[in-house]
């Protein structure tokens, strides 16, 4: 209910319009498939043909797909 007692339960996304059209750029180049896209690899000293560089326990007790997820969300957040 809203503040003014005035809502309601949707059943259906029928009823407000429907499912939005959800866009999306293309997904990056990962040929090994763990993960960190390419070009983060090469940038960070890792081979973009090694899958098992993504998981890599760095000193800070950090895999590399870790340190790589959480750059995404810095630079997500950045002003």
Known sequence: MGRAGTGRIIDSP?????W???RSA???ADRDGDG????WERTH????????D???IMPGRYS????YL???VARATEP
């Open 36 to 39: 960190p896209r390419d070009d």
């Open 54 to 56: 993504g998981t890599r």
């Open 45 to 52: 000293g890792l081979s973009p043909n090694d899958p098992s």
């Open 20 to 22: 939005p059209e959800l």
């Open 14 to 18: 029928a009823e407000v319009g429907g």
């Open 64 to 67: 590399q797909l870790e340190l």
């Open 26 to 28: 293309p997904t990056p």
């Open 70 to 72: 959480h750059a995404l």
